[in-house]
T-cell receptor, first 115, second 112 residues
Framework: DAGITQSPRHKVTETGTPVTLRCHQTENHRYMYWYRQDPGHGLRLIHYSYGVKDTDKGEVSDGYSVSRSKTEDFLLTLESATSSQTSVYFC??????????????FGPGTRLTVT | EDKVVQSPLSLVVHEGDTVTLNCSYEVTNFRSLLWYKQEKKAPTFLFMLTSSGIEKKSGRLSSILDKKELFSILNITATQTGDSAVYLCAVEATSGTYKYIFGTGTRLKVLA
C-alpha cells in the first residue's frame, strides 16, 4: 500500500463547527488531492496541491479550504460545517507528471457526518 | 466542461460470465485514462492507458483505449464473486497543472 494515512477516520460534528481533516504521506510525492465521494456523484475533486504552499480549486471547493506547509501533509478545513458536507473524504497522491503519467494512490478515507 | 461518463450504472451477472464496462470522456488536454476497483474502502488502481499504451491486460482483466472515439472499455472474463465492486474510470487532464476527472462508476455484482 502507498504510504498515505488520513485522520480522523470517522468524525461526527455539529452544523456550524470547524473541522480539519489531515492527510499524511510518506512517499514524498508532489501532488496531493482531496476528493469527496457521495452516492450518485462518484469522486469529486475539492482541492489539490502541486507543491508546498501551491494549491488550486477543484470542482466542489465552496465551503472548503486547504493548506500545505510541508510536502507530507495536506489539510482540508471545513470552516463552518453544513449537513451537505456529510460525505466520505479521500486523499490521494501522485508523482509529478512529466513525460510520463502516473496513477493516483488513495488514502483509506474519512467518514464525516454533520448533524 | 470536462466530463467522464460510465455505463452501465450497475450490472448483475453470474459467476463465469464476461462483462464489459464502458467509459467515454470529453476533456481538454487528455493525458491518460485510469481504471480503479473500489470495494468497501478506497479505490485501488487497475490500469493506466496512454497514447503509448492503449491496451493493457492483467489476468482476467483487460482494457483498451480508443483515443479517436474518446472511450475505453474494461473487460472481465470468467467473473468471480470477488470481482463484485464499483469500477471507476478517471481521466488525467492538464491545463497547466494536472488533475483527474472521475466518472460515477459502474457497480458490478457477481452472483455465485
Amino acid at each position: 500500500d502507498a504510504g498515505i494515512t488520513q485522520s480522523p477516520r470517522h468524525k461526527v460534528t455539529e452544523t456550524g463547527t470547524p473541522v480539519t481533516l489531515r492527510c499524511h504521506q510518506t512517499e514524498n510525492h508532489r501532488y496531493m488531492y482531496w476528493y469527496r465521494q457521495d452516492p450518485g456523484h462518484g469522486l469529486r475533486l475539492i482541492h489539490y496541491s502541486y507543491g508546498v504552499k501551491d494549491t488550486d480549486k477543484g470542482e466542489v471547493s465552496d465551503g472548503y479550504s486547504v493548506s500545505r506547509s510541508k510536502t507530507e501533509d495536506f489539510l482540508l478545513t471545513l470552516e463552518s460545517a453544513t449537513s451537505s458536507q456529510t460525505s466520505v473524504y479521500f486523499c490521494a497522491i501522485s508523482r509529478p507528471p512529466g513525460l510520463a503519467s502516473y496513477e493516483q494512490y488513495f488514502g483509506p478515507g474519512t467518514r464525516l457526518t454533520v448533524t | 466542461e470536462d466530463k467522464v461518463v460510465q455505463s452501465p450504472l450497475s450490472l448483475v451477472v453470474h459467476e463465469g460470465d464476461t462483462v464489459t464496462l464502458n467509459c467515454s470522456y470529453e476533456v481538454t488536454n487528455f493525458r491518460s485514462l485510469l481504471w480503479y476497483k473500489q470495494e468497501k474502502k478506497a479505490p485501488t488502481f487497475l490500469f493506466m492507458l496512454t497514447s503509448s499504451g492503449i491496451e493493457k491486460k492483467s489476468g482476467r482483466l483487460s482494457s483498451i483505449l480508443d483515443k479517436k472515439e474518446l472511450f475505453s472499455i474494461l473487460n472481465i472474463t470468467a467473473t468471480q464473486t470477488g470481482d463484485s465492486a464499483v469500477y471507476l474510470c478517471a481521466v488525467e487532464a492538464t491545463s497547466g497543472t494536472y488533475k483527474y476527472i472521475f466518472g460515477t462508476g459502474t457497480r458490478l455484482k457477481v452472483l455465485a
